[in-house]
């Protein structure tokens, strides 16, 4: 029985004891609980040592060499064409957007530099991006590539995700601190990212829908502060962890730092498929007849309506005025053929061809795909209607059997052409029965292998029969060992009868029967009993 005695109630250590408690309970033990001493060792009482959420928010030394932007439009361009298919004007407005914006955030802050006074008179209007195209024509992958090029901090997010103040789901400053959090810490480097908010369609609402809308007409609000210019705080008011990591770093001592973003020179982009809004388009566009009217309405018949969007097109899909009138960069992005998805296979950086190629690769099995086999999926993928993405739902069945088999055959090459698709089966067997023959031919080479060392080491010459080689062969792959190894065992007592049979008929080759794989000993035995009544014959003649 231990003679320590308990802590009073509500005395300092039990107190500390239970907030410990607390705080482990509520943070699964990420957070250190201990008590400040003074010079002597002597407690000032129970106090919360927290260790810092897995967010680095730790500001580090100040690089300005990603921003010293110096891009052209015609080099983004350039670099996105490695990566996305098609998309042209997509690409050529994006770049022009990226680089005003980027070009004018380095302009300004050497302005700073000098005169930061005059710098602060400077107008700046925001060029966010807005773009609209189908699913899976490389929305995403267009920014995310643009801010790789850049070498600025990229956040994605769903816009379905967000409400007005995060009471239901997350909250828009969250975008901000996610920035932070891509840029290690580094608040100035957080400030010149670019947010996307993907599925932003899905917060248009009907201008007469009753009640508080907080996933639509709600969110389009808030955001409007955070495109045009705001400042965000590192700790979210509501976020219990976020404050006791501010409180952490207050009862540390730190010297004292910036607690806000500023998210003037944050570049936003949203996107979205905007189902429908080429209805409304096409109602408006209707209306004229004639003239000028007629020749927009041959545009729409050509199926590019969302090409002639307004802003009042925006404004009847459900947004608010004041939030489509922060997106004044607008793209539209293509609908992908056949001949795109080939394209995309064959000539993308990104081509999920390449990964395929690497999956195999990784069980040293070269696969090869034929423009045959493209062709096909590529026909395929574009009767999914969804884009790029299409490819794998296409791909996948076809391929799952053989990347499930072939890594345990040991074939070391796939042919993946328009025959193997057609019946895949049929393929998959012959790869089966090559790889049957290719592991019997490694091991009937093992069984003459064995053969030539036996001889270079008796100076006896032996060889197999071919039924015997086949089931030297069999019995190794059944007992999960070696040729090498089975015939050393099997044939350990070979050389000692072998040679009694030389010294007895000066015979040196011996060409091993099936019976030989069969019954080993006996075999030899009989060989042996045979070699002495033909030597014993032949002396009994003289």
Not at 218 to 226: A, R
Not at 487 to 494: E, G, I, N, P, V
């Amino acid at each position: 029985m231990s003679d320590k005695k308990p802590d009073p109630p509500n005395s300092p250590e039990e107190i500390g004891k239970k907030l410990e408690e607390f705080i482990r309970n509520q943070f699964g033990g990420n957070v250190l609980f201990t008590s400040f001493r003074d010079g002597q060792g002597k407690d000032d009482g129970p106090s919360a040592q927290l260790e810092p959420p897995t967010m680095e928010t730790t500001p580090q030394e100040d690089d300005e060499s990603w921003l010293d932007f110096r891009y052209r439009p015609a080099d983004i361009k350039a670099y996105l064409d490695r990566f996305v298919i098609r998309q042209d004007d997509a690409k050529k407005v994006l770049a022009t957007a990226v680089c005003d914006h980027y070009n004018h955030a380095r302009m300004l802050r050497e302005m700073r530099r000098r005169d930061p006074k005059a710098a602060d008179e400077v107008e700046f209007a925001k060029q966010n991006v807005i773009i609209v195209g189908p699913t899976g024509v490389g929305k995403t992958y267009l920014v995310k590539h643009i801010a790789d090029l850049i070498g600025v901090p990229f956040v994605k997010a769903d816009a379905t995700k967000f409400s007005e103040t995060g009471y239901v789901g997350a909250d828009v400053d969250d975008l901000v601190r996610d920035l932070v959090t891509k840029a290690n810490g580094n608040i100035d480097l957080a400030e010149h990212g670019i947010i996307y908010l993907d599925e932003v369609d899905k917060l248009a609402t009907a201008g007469d829908r009753p009640g508080r809308d907080v996933n639509g007409r709600g969110v389009q609000t808030t955001l409007l502060k955070l495109m045009e210019e705001t400042e965000v705080s590192l700790h979210a008011p509501n976020d219990m962890r976020s404050q006791i990591q501010m409180m952490f770093e207050m009862r540390k001592g730190d010297a004292p730092r910036r607690q806000v973003v500023n998210t003037r020179n944050v570049l936003f982009v949203v996107s979205g498929a905007f189902s429908g809004l080429e209805k409304i388009i096409e109602r408006r566009v209707s209306k004229g007849s004639i003239g000028f009217g007629a020749a927009v309405r041959e545009d729409v018949i050509s199926g590019t309506p969302l090409r002639l969007a307004r802003t009042q097109d925006f404004i009847d899909y459900g947004f608010e005025a004041e939030f489509i009138g922060r997106l004044p960069v607008r793209v539209v992005c293509d609908s992908l053929t056949a001949d795109d998805l080939f394209d995309i296979m064959k000539s993308s950086e990104g081509s999920l061809i390449r990964q395929f190629e690497r999956e195999f690769q990784a069980y040293g099995i070269h696969a090869t795909f034929d423009d045959s086999a493209l062709r096909v999926k590529a026909r395929q993928a574009a009767e999914e209607k969804t884009g790029a993405r299409g490819l794998m739902t296409v791909w996948e069945k076809s391929l799952r059997d053989f990347k499930f088999e072939l890594p345990s055959l040991g074939l070391k090459e796939l042919l993946v052409d328009e025959t193997l698709l057609r019946d895949p089966d049929a393929a998959l067997a012959h790869c089966r029965d090559k790889a049957q023959n290719v592991q019997v031919s490694a091991a009937a080479r093992e069984v003459e292998d064995f053969a030539q060392s036996f001889s270079h080491d008796y100076g006896l010459e032996i060889r197999f029969e071919w039924d015997a080689a086949k089931l030297l062969v069999e019995r190794s792959a059944r007992e999960g060992s070696t040729v090498a190894d089975l015939c050393r065992k099997m044939f350990k007592d070979y050389p000692f009868g072998l040679q009694l049979i030389a010294s007895n008929n000066a015979e040196k080759s011996f060409v091993l029967p099936l019976r030989a794989v069969q019954e080993p000993d006996k075999y030899l035995s009989d060989l042996v009993v045979a070699s002495y009544r033909r030597a014993h014959g032949n002396d009994q003649s003289k």
